[in-house]
C-alpha cells in the first residue's frame, strides 16, 4: 500500500493499557492558561524516566471552561492509579497552583476518583474554603494574587498508552517536515496528546541492552549511523527516522489519531511509514497500519 | 439581570393533578402533598391522605379535586396562598405548584425538585437537605432559614427565587445555595455557618450578621455592611464564574455575566470566626 508515493508498512503499532486523566485548567488569559499547562505537563515525555506521560489538548469547540475563563486541557497518563495521584499532586501544586491566576478543573466524567484538591487545599494554611455544587466540591486556596480554586477530585479511568508510527525519510529534513505536519494535525483530535518534545521523538527504545541494569536502550536496528554494525531495519535510501508516540483517554481516538498522523505525514522524501510492535505479546491493543488508512 | 426559565411551563404535566375545591383565609396544613406519600397509591388512595383545615382534621379529598396517579410528577392548582407544608420533607419527584403558595413550601426536603409559579410564603425550604426549588415570583420571610430554636438551617440543595424575598433569608444555613434575583429583606445570611447567598437585586442591611463561614455576593447596590465586616481586597473569584455557569447549565437562564466583573470582599463576621465573606460586586460604570 501506498500514499503519495509512501509505503505503508503491513504492521501494527502495539500499545498498552495505561490510567489517564483529564484537567482543565485557566486563567485569566490564553497565555497563562497555557502557561499552567505547560509547566504541569512538563518534563512527562516518556513512563520510563518522568513518572507519567503528559501533554496539552486543545478544547474542542463545543467545549467550555467550568469558569467561562480561556483554558486548555490537560492530559495525564501512568502506569497505576496510585501513581497518578502522586504526579497530580505534584504537578497541579507546583505548575498549575504557581501560575498567575490559574485553576484547575476536573475534566474527564468517570467513575473512579482521585483526590487532588482535597490534598492541595492544606496549603491554605487553615484559611481554605470550598464550595458544594452539584456534587462537585471546589477548594478555594488563597494565594497572594487572590485565590487559586482547584476542585477535589479528579476522575481517573483506564486509557491507551504507546500507540506510535515511524516516519522514515531520505533525509533528516523530509523526516523532520513530515513529522511536524503529522502532529499539526493529530493536535485536532480530541483526547489524545504526544508527549515528547514537539510531539515528536528521535531516541526510539528497545526493552532491552547489553548493559546490567539498563532495561531499556536505543533503538538501534533504525539508527542509520550503526546501520553496518547491527541486523539494520532501515531500507536502502532511507537516513533518518523520527517516531511520534501517542497516549489517548480512548482507543477509537488513539487509532484516529495515527490514522490522521500517518496520512498526513506522506509527504516528498518520505519512503515508509512502519510501526513498533513486540510481536504483540506484551501490549493489550494493536493498530494495524493499513487497517487504520484504509477506514 | 437574568430571568428565571419557566421550566414548569414546558413539562407534560401527567401524573397527580390536585386542584383546590374553593378559596378560603384558613390555613390548610397539606403535608401530605409529597411524592413520597403518594407513591403506590391511586386517585382514591390520595384523597384519603390526612390534612388540616383549621384545627380541623380532613382529607385530601375534602379540600382537593385528585385525578391521575403516579408520584412523581404532582401539579397542585387553584387558590393555595394558605395552603402550608406542601412538598414537606419530599425526598423525589416533582411538584409543580401553578398560582402562589402559603409558608413551608418544601421544608426538610432533601430530593426531587419544587416549581412554584407564582408566590411562595414564609420559611421556602426550610432546613433543605438535598433537591432544588424554584419559585417564580416573590417569596416571604425565612427562606431557607432554619426554625426558631435551631442551630442549623439549610444543608443542601438549592433554593432559587425570581422576585424578591423577605428577612433572613438564609439564616443559620450550613450547606447548599441560595439565589435571589430581587431584592432581599434585612439581615440576610444571619449567623450563617457556610453554603452561598447570591443576590442580584439589593441585598438588605445588615446582612451576614453573626455569620462564622459561607458566601453572601451582592450583584447588586453596595449594602450597608455591619461595622463587624473589615474589608480584604478586590478581586475577581473564579469560583463564582462556575457558580453561575453551573447554574446556567442546570437549566436555569440566569445570566452568567455578573460573575465576570471585580469584587470587594469583606470579612466578618468578627464578633463571630471572621471567615464569612460578602463579595459585593463593582457596578459597571
Redesign the interface.
Same mark, same amino acid.
Given at each position: 500500500m501506498r500514499i503519495n508515493g509512501v509505503e505503508i508498512e503491513d504492521t501494527f503499532a502495539e500499545a498498552f493499557e495505561m490510567w489517564g486523566a483529564r484537567l482543565i485548567i485557566?486563567a485569566?488569559n490564553e497565555r497563562w492558561a497555557l502557561t499552567a499547562a505547560q509547566a504541569a505537563t512538563g518534563f512527562a515525555t516518556s513512563i520510563i524516566g518522568c513518572g507519567c506521560e503528559a501533554g496539552t489538548n486543545d478544547l474542542p469547540a463545543d467545549e467550555?471552561t467550568? /469558569?467561562? @475563563?480561556p483554558g486548555v486541557a490537560a492530559l495525564f497518563f501512568t502506569t497505576s492509579r496510585q501513581n497518578m495521584e502522586a504526579q497530580l499532586l505534584q504537578r497541579v501544586g507546583q505548575g498549575v497552583m504557581t501560575s498567575p491566576t490559574s485553576?484547575c478543573?476536573n475534566g474527564l466524567d468517570a467513575g473512579d476518583t482521585i483526590k487532588v484538591g482535597g490534598k492541595l487545599r492544606f496549603f491554605g494554611d487553615g484559611?481554605q474554603?470550598s464550595?458544594?455544587? /452539584?456534587g @462537585?466540591r471546589?477548594w478555594?486556596v488563597p494565594v497572594m494574587d487572590?485565590?487559586f480554586?482547584v476542585e477535589e477530585n479528579f476522575g481517573v479511568s483506564k486509557a491507551v498508552g504507546g500507540g506510535n508510527f515511524f516516519i522514515m525519510a531520505e533525509d533528516l529534513e523530509a523526516a523532520l517536515a513530515a513529522a511536524e505536519a503529522a502532529v499539526t494535525a493529530m493536535r485536532a483530535v480530541p483526547g489524545v496528546i504526544m508527549p515528547f518534545p514537539g510531539g515528536i521523538v528521535r531516541s526510539g527504545s528497545k526493552v532491552s541492552s547489553r548493559y546490567k541494569g539498563q532495561h531499556v536502550s536505543s533503538n538501534t536496528p533504525y539508527c542509520p549511523t550503526i546501520r553496518p554494525l547491527v541486523e539494520s531495519a532501515l531500507p536502502d535510501g532511507v537516513e533518518a527516522v523520527l517516531e511520534i508516540v501517542i497516549d489517548g483517554l480512548e482507543e477509537e481516538a488513539v487509532g484516529e489519531a495515527m490514522r490522521v498522523g500517518v496520512g498526513a505525514s506522506c509527504l516528498p522524501g518520505v519512503v515508509r511509514i512502519t510501526a513498533g510492535n513486540y510481536g504483540g505479546s506484551l501490549g493489550r491493543y494493536q493498530f494495524h497500519l493499513r487497517d487504520l488508512v484504509d477506514a | 439581570m437574568g430571568c428565571l426559565a419557566c421550566a414548569a411551563l414546558m413539562l407534560d404535566r401527567g401524573g397527580v393533578t390536585l386542584y383546590r375545591k374553593e378559596s378560603s383565609p384558613i390555613p390548610v396544613e397539606a403535608d401530605s402533598i409529597c411524592p413520597d406519600r403518594f407513591l403506590g397509591r391511586g386517585p382514591a388512595e390520595i384523597a384519603a391522605l390526612p390534612a388540616f383545615y383549621g384545627r380541623r382534621r380532613v382529607t385530601l379529598g375534602d379540600l382537593f379535586e385528585v385525578e391521575g396517579a403516579g408520584a412523581d410528577n404532582i401539579t397542585v392548582s387553584g387558590d393555595l396562598r394558605h395552603v402550608k407544608k406542601i412538598g414537606l420533607g419530599m425526598s423525589m419527584g416533582r411538584i409543580t405548584v401553578t398560582g402562589d403558595v402559603g409558608p413551608h413550601l418544601g421544608a426538610y426536603m432533601s430530593g426531587g425538585e419544587i416549581s412554584a409559579e407564582g408566590t411562595a410564603g414564609d420559611w421556602v425550604g426550610a432546613h433543605m437537605k438535598g433537591g432544588r426549588i424554584v419559585v417564580q415570583g416573590d417569596a416571604g420571610h425565612f427562606v431557607g432559614a432554619a426554625y426558631p430554636g435551631e442551630t442549623r438551617g439549610v444543608t443542601g440543595g438549592t433554593i432559587v427565587v425570581g422576585g424578591k424575598v423577605g428577612g433572613e433569608v438564609g439564616a443559620r444555613m450550613r450547606r447548599g445555595l441560595i439565589v435571589v434575583l430581587g431584592d432581599t429583606g434585612e439581615f440576610a445570611g444571619a449567623h450563617m455557618i457556610a453554603g452561598s447567598i447570591l443576590v442580584f437585586g439589593r441585598l438588605g442591611a445588615r446582612p451576614g450578621a453573626g455569620m462564622k463561614r459561607g458566601t453572601i455576593v451582592a450583584f447588586g447596590d453596595a449594602p450597608d455592611l455591619l461595622p463587624t465586616f473589615r474589608y480584604a481586597c478586590r478581586f475577581q473569584p473564579a469560583f463564582l464564574r462556575f457558580h453561575l455557569r453551573r447554574l446556567g447549565e442546570s437549566g436555569l437562564s440566569i445570566d452568567s455575566e455578573p460573575a465576570d466583573g471585580h469584587f470587594r470582599r469583606y470579612l466578618g463576621d468578627m464578633n463571630e470566626l471572621g471567615k464569612g465573606e460578602i463579595l459585593v460586586r463593582d457596578q459597571p460604570q
Open positions: 485557566t485569566h467550555r467550568p /469558569d467561562g @475563563r485553576a478543573y484559611f474554603s464550595k458544594l455544587l /452539584d @462537585r471546589l478555594r487572590g485565590e480554586v | -
